[in-house]
Protein backbone atom coordinates (compact mmCIF):
# COMPACT_ATOMS: atom_id res chain seq x y z
CA UNK A 1 0.00 0.00 0.00
CA UNK A 2 1.31 3.27 -0.87
CA UNK A 3 1.21 5.76 1.41
CA UNK A 4 1.71 9.59 0.93
CA UNK A 5 2.02 12.72 3.12
CA UNK A 6 1.95 16.05 1.92
CA UNK A 7 4.29 19.25 3.70
CA UNK A 8 4.88 22.60 2.90
CA UNK A 9 1.85 24.19 3.15
CA UNK A 10 1.32 27.52 4.62
CA UNK A 11 0.21 31.28 4.81
CA UNK A 12 1.79 33.26 1.75
CA UNK A 13 0.83 36.81 0.05
CA UNK A 14 -0.20 36.94 -3.52
CA UNK A 15 2.72 36.81 -5.52
CA UNK A 16 4.75 34.64 -3.37
CA UNK A 17 5.78 31.17 -3.69
CA UNK A 18 5.55 27.48 -1.90
CA UNK A 19 7.11 24.20 -2.17
CA UNK A 20 4.96 21.52 -1.50
CA UNK A 21 6.23 17.84 -0.77
CA UNK A 22 4.63 14.81 -0.97
CA UNK A 23 6.53 12.03 0.52
CA UNK A 24 6.10 8.71 -0.21
CA UNK A 25 6.31 5.17 2.09
CA UNK A 26 7.93 2.97 -0.81
CA UNK A 27 9.59 4.03 -4.14
CA UNK A 28 7.00 5.84 -6.28
CA UNK A 29 8.86 7.61 -9.57
CA UNK A 30 8.89 5.11 -12.03
CA UNK A 31 6.53 2.96 -10.56
CA UNK A 32 3.46 5.24 -10.36
CA UNK A 33 2.28 8.22 -11.44
CA UNK A 34 1.55 11.35 -9.34
CA UNK A 35 -0.64 13.63 -8.99
CA UNK A 36 -1.84 16.90 -7.06
CA UNK A 37 -5.14 18.11 -6.75
CA UNK A 38 -7.22 20.81 -4.35
CA UNK A 39 -10.17 21.55 -2.90
CA UNK A 40 -11.33 24.90 -1.31
CA UNK A 41 -14.06 24.61 1.26
CA UNK A 42 -17.61 23.98 -0.76
CA UNK A 43 -15.89 23.72 -4.22
CA UNK A 44 -15.37 20.40 -5.82
CA UNK A 45 -11.90 18.80 -5.83
CA UNK A 46 -10.16 20.05 -9.17
CA UNK A 47 -6.87 18.70 -10.43
CA UNK A 48 -3.59 20.68 -10.54
CA UNK A 49 -0.99 19.03 -12.04
CA UNK A 50 0.46 15.21 -13.00
CA UNK A 51 3.84 13.82 -14.23
CA UNK A 52 4.13 9.77 -15.36
CA UNK A 53 5.92 7.53 -13.71
CA UNK A 54 7.72 6.86 -17.44
CA UNK A 55 9.15 9.67 -19.34
CA UNK A 56 8.21 12.21 -16.65
CA UNK A 57 5.25 13.45 -19.12
CA UNK A 58 3.75 16.60 -17.42
CA UNK A 59 0.04 17.84 -17.22
CA UNK A 60 -1.11 21.02 -15.64
CA UNK A 61 -4.41 22.82 -15.12
CA UNK A 62 -4.58 25.58 -17.18
CA UNK A 63 -5.44 27.97 -14.11
CA UNK A 64 -1.81 26.85 -12.60
CA UNK A 65 0.02 26.91 -16.76
CA UNK A 66 3.42 29.11 -16.40
CA UNK A 67 3.18 29.10 -12.35
CA UNK A 68 3.40 25.74 -11.24
CA UNK A 69 5.89 22.96 -12.10
CA UNK A 70 6.25 19.32 -10.98
CA UNK A 71 9.38 17.64 -10.50
CA UNK A 72 10.59 14.59 -8.51
CA UNK A 73 13.66 13.67 -5.95
CA UNK A 74 13.05 9.33 -6.69
CA UNK A 75 16.15 8.79 -3.79
CA UNK A 76 13.88 10.82 -1.68
CA UNK A 77 10.42 8.58 -3.10
CA UNK A 78 9.28 12.56 -2.93
CA UNK A 79 7.48 14.77 -5.88
CA UNK A 80 7.40 18.52 -5.55
CA UNK A 81 4.77 21.15 -6.25
CA UNK A 82 6.76 24.48 -6.96
CA UNK A 83 4.00 27.18 -6.89
CA UNK A 84 5.06 30.33 -8.09
CA UNK A 85 3.46 33.85 -9.06
CA UNK A 86 0.40 32.45 -6.17
CA UNK A 87 -3.07 33.73 -6.20
CA UNK A 88 -5.71 34.25 -3.67
CA UNK A 89 -8.07 31.86 -5.79
CA UNK A 90 -5.02 28.97 -5.24
CA UNK A 91 -6.41 28.75 -1.94
CA UNK A 92 -7.01 25.22 -1.01
CA UNK A 93 -6.58 22.14 0.43
CA UNK A 94 -3.82 20.31 -1.95
CA UNK A 95 -3.54 16.67 -1.91
CA UNK A 96 -1.16 14.23 -3.76
CA UNK A 97 -2.25 10.91 -4.99
CA UNK A 98 -0.67 8.04 -7.14
CA UNK A 99 -1.97 5.87 -10.20
CA UNK A 100 -0.54 2.61 -11.21
CA UNK A 101 -0.98 3.60 -15.15
CA UNK A 102 2.67 4.23 -14.84
CA UNK A 103 2.49 6.29 -18.82
CA UNK A 104 -0.16 8.87 -18.28
CA UNK A 105 0.40 12.28 -16.73
CA UNK A 106 -3.85 12.04 -15.61
CA UNK A 107 -5.84 14.76 -14.82
CA UNK A 108 -8.80 12.47 -13.93
CA UNK A 109 -9.19 11.70 -10.23
CA UNK A 110 -10.72 8.61 -10.23
CA UNK A 111 -7.32 7.05 -12.06
CA UNK A 112 -5.64 7.47 -8.67
CA UNK A 113 -6.02 5.18 -6.01
CA UNK A 114 -3.97 6.18 -2.96
CA UNK A 115 -4.23 9.94 -1.35
CA UNK A 116 -2.68 11.90 1.07
CA UNK A 117 -4.24 13.92 3.77
CA UNK A 118 -3.76 17.35 2.42
CA UNK A 119 -1.88 20.14 3.59
CA UNK A 120 -3.52 23.83 3.58
CA UNK A 121 -2.71 26.81 1.04
CA UNK A 122 -3.63 29.96 1.95
CA UNK A 123 -2.98 32.92 -0.01
CA UNK A 124 -4.09 36.08 1.41
CA UNK A 125 -4.79 39.22 -1.32
Same mark, same amino acid.
Given at each position: ?????????? &??????? &? #? &???????????? $?????? #????? *?????????????? #???????? *??????????? *????? &?????? *??????? $???????????????????? $????????????
Amino acid at each position: QVQLVESGGG &LVQAGGS &L #R &LSCAANIRTLGS $YSLGWF #RQDSG *KEREFVAAISAIGG #RTLFADSV *KGRFTISGDDA *KNTIY &LQMNNL *KPEDTAV $YYCASSPRRYTASGDSTEYT $YWGQGTQVTVSS
